[in-house]
């Protein structure tokens, strides 16, 4: 054993490997902080770790078959050992080691001050933000400077498992809650930015998508318990970086990596934070760890949901957030994330709603205790307004929810989720012309979410303006052309403007698209009745009633395609149902429906008395069949 040993350092494969470890290294760091720069994928960083990886054995074997002479490079077979020149390598190697050993531990000492300089950004942070002695703590204004908008797009998995891609997703998510809860920062909505999630566009093509002027971007690799996360905010307009920082740290510090990326961001963007609006932004809820994990992955269902249209993977979230629960029952954000699962299944009209199986009294009760255990954990007031909203429209005071809407907007102006939700409580109350007003206002301050955009359309449909329509039709189809659910909401407000051969021109995209059996029907009906081919129409509604599909005898399919065919009397008569049990929360669900008209049903009336909902204003279906 010890002949072979001195062999190895003879011919100096010791020296080698040592050198390729070092310089491997080197190159793997250069790597992982260069690459993302060219807007390189994922899938570049890994192979360059493989080659790396697969060229040590090459590298180790090269050294002990071959030998550098002056006469070139021989085996080492063919070189007599008196006439060896390894020793001369050998000390050649040993400068190569020193050197790269020097840059090594220069760039260590270089990425160890980026994380402590982090650090004490965001201590300053807290520290410009402080009030001064006697100065009266108000809540931040919008300092009304539009470049102050931001995508978070989908943090890349550069783990060598798979699974861990919820993880990253999670991260993601979180992130973009808590950029979204600064009051002068424009953050584009989850749904927007997931459906950049694996896209090859660039980022000046997404940010001129969304409408943003900067793009968060980053990675995640984790392996057992340490953690490696990347962030870098890039400015649109030329690429230029920001700001950008990696982080190499254990799991336990995953909580922190999340708030110094969201201050570090703020500050990057010059966003105006009182003490209170940074303390919400930073906070993630919980300082379990466990528990912030089993959250994340209750985000990321959700993200999953949204992406492949799997609807029972939202179940998922379910059980991730009531896995939170049981580690930190007082984790605040877990308690809201599980309401707002129970409020999606108790509304009839949500596509995702009815999957848990239980019964409305049941699925109630969970949504009750859900929402008032938020209420109680959350610190941070501004988003208890929020909370208090959702609470209020279940308990059907709509007037009480729509007035929290507007507090919580006062506070947090630029928060897109709240935005939608102001225009969809406008629209309960059955003030589509206030809805209309609010959705011009957003396309005049040129916001492009395609969230936000699909209900500005879906507000449009409502609207005597038919140039507005034209040109807002116009806009969503140059911006968002492979978008599929504007698509959906576009078919119908164009057939709403008449324009029947502009709709069918986009029919193929849908039907051809992972749109749920639902929605596809409804497309295909929708423009039957337009063109009056009425027994296409009947025959339309035989075959998906014969498809056996899980939406065929949902009520709000069943209610639609009674009204689209035109046979009012049916569609209320089925309605009537509902009123007549006293099911009154069911059929409250369709009051934001601009043809649902609610004089005609007495019990649900008197729920809505006195609330200023404008029951007189009905709209017909257009497009209807035998209009």
Same mark, same amino acid.
């Given at each position: 054993?010890? #002949?072979?040993?001195?062999?190895?350092?003879?011919?100096?494969? +010791?020296?080698?490997?040592?050198?390729?470890? +070092?310089?491997?290294?080197?190159?793997?760091?250069?790597?992982?902080?260069?690459? #993302?720069?060219?807007?390189?994928?994922?899938? *570049?960083?890994? /192979? +360059?770790?493989?080659?790396?990886?697969?060229?040590?054995?090459?590298?180790?074997?090269?050294?002990?078959?071959?030998?550098?002479?002056?006469?070139?490079?021989?085996? /080492? $077979?063919?070189?007599?050992?008196?006439?060896?020149? /390894?020793?001369?390598?050998?000390?050649?190697?040993?400068?190569?080691?020193?050197?790269?050993?020097?840059?090594?531990?220069?760039?260590? *000492?270089?990425?160890?001050?980026?994380?402590?300089?982090?650090?004490?950004?965001?201590?300053?942070?807290?520290?410009?933000?402080?009030?001064?002695?006697?100065?009266?703590?108000?809540?931040?204004?919008?300092?009304?400077?539009?470049?102050? @908008?931001?995508?978070?797009?989908?943090?890349?998995?550069?783990? $060598?498992?798979?699974?861990q891609e919820w993880f990253a997703d999670g991260l993601t998510?979180?992130?973009?809650?808590?950029?979204?809860?600064?009051?002068?920062?424009?953050?584009?909505?989850?749904? $927007?930015?997931? *459906?950049?999630?694996?896209?090859?566009?660039?980022?000046?093509?997404?940010?001129?998508?969304?409408?943003?002027? =900067? +793009?968060?971007?980053?990675?995640?690799?984790?392996?057992?318990?340490?953690?490696?996360?990347?962030?870098?905010?890039?400015?649109?307009?030329? %690429?230029? =970086?920001?700001?950008?920082?990696?982080?190499?740290?254990?799991?336990?510090?995953?909580?922190?990596?999340?708030?110094?990326?969201?201050?570090?961001?703020?500050?990057?963007?010059?966003?105006?934070?009182?003490?209170?609006?940074?303390?919400?932004?930073?906070?993630?809820? /919980?300082?379990?760890?466990?528990?912030?994990?089993?959250?994340?992955?209750?985000?990321?269902?959700?993200?999953?949901?949204?992406?492949?249209?799997?609807?029972?993977?939202?179940?998922?979230?379910?059980?991730?957030?009531?896995?939170?629960?049981?580690? &930190? #029952?007082?984790?605040?954000?877990?308690?809201?994330?599980?309401?707002?699962?129970?409020?999606?299944?108790?509304?009839?009209?949500?596509?995702?709603?009815?999957?848990?199986?239980?019964?409305? &009294?049941?699925?109630? *009760?969970?949504?009750?205790?859900?929402?008032?255990?938020?209420?109680?954990?959350?610190?941070?007031?501004?988003?208890?307004?929020?909370?208090?909203?959702?609470?209020?429209?279940?308990?059907?005071?709509? @007037?009480?929810?729509?007035?929290?809407?507007?507090?919580?907007?006062?506070?947090?102006?630029?928060?897109?989720?709240?935005?939608?939700? =102001?225009?969809?409580?406008?629209?309960?109350?059955?003030?589509f012309v206030d809805a209309e007003q609010a959705a011009q206002?957003?396309?005049?301050?040129?916001?492009? &979410?395609?969230?936000?955009?699909?209900?500005?359309?879906?507000?449009?449909?409502? @609207?005597?303006?038919?140039?507005?329509?034209?040109?807002?039709?116009?806009?969503?189809?140059?911006?968002?052309?492979?978008?599929?659910?504007?698509?959906?909401?576009? =078919?119908?407000?164009?057939?709403?403007? %008449?324009?029947?051969?502009?709709?069918?021109?986009?029919? #193929?995209?849908?039907?051809?698209?992972?749109?749920?059996?639902? $929605?596809?029907?409804?497309?295909?009906?929708?423009?039957?009745?337009?063109?009056?081919?009425?027994?296409?129409?009947?025959?339309?509604?035989?075959?998906?009633?014969?498809?056996?599909?899980?939406?065929?005898?949902?009520?709000?399919?069943?209610?639609?395609?009674?009204?689209?065919?035109?046979?009012?009397?049916?569609?209320?008569?089925?309605?009537?149902?509902?009123?007549?049990?006293?099911?009154?929360?069911?059929?409250?669900?369709?009051?934001?429906?601009?043809?649902?008209?609610?004089?005609?049903?007495?019990?649900?009336?008197?729920?809505?008395?006195?609330?200023?909902?404008?029951?007189?204003?009905?709209?017909?279906?257009?497009?209807?069949?035998?209009?």
């Open positions: 054993m010890r #002949p072979f040993l001195d062999e190895l350092k003879r011919r100096n494969v +010791v020296r080698v490997g040592f050198a390729y470890l +070092v310089v491997g290294w080197l190159v793997a760091q250069i790597a992982e902080l260069v690459l #993302p720069t060219f807007d390189a994928p994922g899938w *570049v960083l890994k /192979t +360059v770790f493989f080659l790396i990886a697969l060229g040590f054995p090459l590298a180790l074997l090269f050294a002990w078959a071959y030998e550098l002479t002056p006469q070139g490079l021989m085996k /080492t $077979s063919d070189v007599d050992e008196s006439e060896s020149v /390894t020793h001369s390598t050998g000390r050649r190697l040993n400068f190569v080691i020193i050197g790269a050993l020097a840059i090594a531990l220069a760039y260590f *000492v270089w990425d160890r001050q980026r994380l402590i300089a982090a650090g004490e950004r965001a201590a300053a942070a807290v520290s410009a933000t402080a009030p001064a002695p006697g100065s009266a703590e108000g809540a931040a204004q919008p300092v009304g400077d539009d470049s102050r @908008s931001i995508a978070v797009l989908p943090f890349v998995n550069m783990s $060598s498992d798979d699974e998510e979180e992130l973009l809650n808590s950029l979204a809860r600064t009051p002068d920062l424009l953050v584009a909505s989850r749904t $927007s930015s997931f *459906v950049y999630k694996g896209s090859i566009k660039t980022v000046p093509e997404i940010a001129g998508e969304l409408g943003v002027d =900067h +793009v968060l971007e980053g990675s995640v690799r984790r392996s057992g318990d340490r953690l490696r996360v990347t962030a870098q905010l890039i400015r649109a307009a030329d %690429g230029f =970086h920001l700001w950008s920082e990696t982080y190499d740290r254990t799991l336990d510090d995953v909580i922190a990596i999340q708030e110094d990326v969201a201050i570090e961001i703020a500050n990057a963007l010059e966003t105006a934070l009182d003490p209170e609006a940074l303390a919400a932004m930073m906070s993630a809820g /919980t300082r379990s760890v466990p528990a912030y994990e089993s959250y994340l992955q209750g985000l990321a269902y959700g993200v999953s949901t949204q992406v492949t249209g799997d609807i029972y993977e939202f179940l998922g979230a379910r059980d991730a957030f009531e896995r939170a629960l049981e580690l &930190d #029952p007082g984790f605040s954000k877990a308690w809201w994330e599980l309401a707002r699962f129970w409020a999606i299944q108790l509304n009839t009209t949500n596509i995702v709603s009815g999957i848990t199986g239980q019964s409305h &009294d049941d699925m109630l *009760v969970q949504f009750e205790k859900a929402i008032d255990r938020a209420i109680e954990t959350e610190t941070d007031p501004i988003s208890t307004l929020g909370y208090r909203a959702v609470k209020a429209t279940q308990e059907m005071n709509l @007037s009480r929810a729509q007035r929290l809407r507007e507090e919580y907007l006062a506070a947090r102006p630029n928060d897109i989720e709240a935005q939608i939700s =102001h225009i969809i409580g406008l629209n309960f109350l059955r003030r206002r957003l396309l005049q301050q040129e916001v492009r &979410d395609p969230e936000l955009m699909s209900q500005v359309i879906q507000n449009l449909r409502y @609207s005597d303006n038919r140039e507005l329509q034209r040109e807002f039709a116009e806009l969503v189809f140059r911006r968002f052309p492979d978008n599929v659910n504007i698509l959906y909401q576009a =078919h119908r407000m164009l057939l709403t403007m %008449g324009d029947i051969d502009g709709a069918s021109r986009i029919v #193929p995209a849908i039907l051809n698209s992972d749109m749920p059996a639902s $929605s596809r029907f409804l497309v295909r009906l929708r423009q039957a009745c337009a063109e009056q081919r009425r027994s296409d129409a009947d025959e339309i509604v035989a075959a998906y009633r014969a498809s056996g599909d899980v939406d065929v005898e949902s009520r709000s399919i069943v209610w639609l395609t009674y009204k689209i065919l035109g046979d009012d009397a049916a569609a209320e008569a089925y309605m009537r149902e509902l009123d007549d049990a006293g099911e009154v929360r069911e059929l409250f669900d369709y009051v934001g429906y601009g043809a649902f008209d609610p004089k005609r049903f007495p019990n649900l009336m008197a729920a809505i008395a006195d609330q200023g909902v404008g029951v007189d204003t009905v709209y017909e279906i257009p497009y209807r069949c035998g209009r």
